[in-house]
């Protein structure tokens, strides 16, 4: 069974930093590609960054230079590490798995850690 | 604005067919083959229902379709359920710069 275990979520202040991971379980993690997309309080979802299973990274363009992401094939952990946090940072953060083929589709999501970004 | 555009809400009656839009550029939906659509009940992960256009996960029940026209990908929903009243999101892989666009969602009311 695909399980995907978010930590590292809380309340942050503006301008200030977290870090975000995930261990994941029940499948090869080093032949998958891996997303974190985030859903803000009560709005729709928002694709944040991924990153192919040899490491290569995208970002969308509000966190390019201030998140960054990264995987341990050897222990089976996604993370995010994110700076320079800003109010519309806020949102639940959620970790899933990519379908091993084209297109970039996930096919499993975990349950997501909250990031409140406030003073 | 979300770059995908769904209605915001549908509401239909059990037993009832009901189909939820989805319309995108030359750079997603109309571009690839790679639309999906997930559900989500209040609360929870949202949950893939559909895959390439038209491909179902094993487990995922046969009243649920897709579908896809030029821009607009379409999800179908036979014999309404109760359990089936959730959020709706279609997503999409394209080359405008996000590497995944989704929808803003449509609340899915069974009456």
């Known amino acids: 069974e695909v399980q995907l275990m978010e930590s590292g979520g809380g309340l942050v202040q503006p301008a200030g930093s977290l870090r975000l991971s995930c261990a994941a379980s029940?499948?090869?993690?080093?032949?998958?590609?891996m997303s974190w997309v985030r859903q803000a309080p009560g709005k729709g979802l928002e694709w944040v960054s991924s990153?192919?299973?040899?490491?290569?990274?995208y970002y969308t363009e509000s966190v390019k230079g201030r998140f960054s992401i990264s995987r341990d094939n050897s222990k089976g952990t996604l993370s995010l590490q994110m700076d320079s946090l800003r109010a519309e940072d806020t949102a639940l953060y959620y970790c899933?798995?990519?379908?091993?083929?084209?297109?970039?589709?996930?096919?499993?999501w975990g349950q997501g850690t909250l990031v409140t970004v406030s003073s | 604005q979300s770059a995908l555009t769904q209605p915001a809400s549908v509401s239909g009656s059990p037993g009832q067919s009901i189909t939820i839009s989805c319309t995108g550029t030359?750079?997603?939906?109309?571009?690839?083959?790679?639309v999906c659509w997930y559900q989500q009940h209040p609360g929870k992960a949202p949950k893939l229902m559909i895959y390439?256009?038209?491909n179902r996960p094993s487990g995922v029940s046969n009243r649920f379709s897709g579908s896809k026209s030029g821009s607009t990908a379409s999800l179908t929903i036979s014999g309404l359920q109760a359990e089936d009243e959730a959020d709706y999101y279609c997503?999409?892989?394209?080359?405008?710069?996000?590497?995944?666009?989704f929808g803003g969602g449509t609340k899915l009311t069974v009456l």
């Open positions: 899933a798995k990519v379908i091993k083929s084209n297109g970039w589709k996930i096919d499993y």
């Open positions: 029940g499948f090869t993690f080093r032949d998958h590609a």
């Open positions: 990153i192919t299973y040899t490491g290569n990274t």
């Open positions: 030359s750079s997603d939906v109309s571009g690839y083959d790679y």
């Open positions: 390439d256009v038209s």
């Open positions: 997503s999409s892989f394209s080359t405008s710069g996000t590497l995944v666009v």
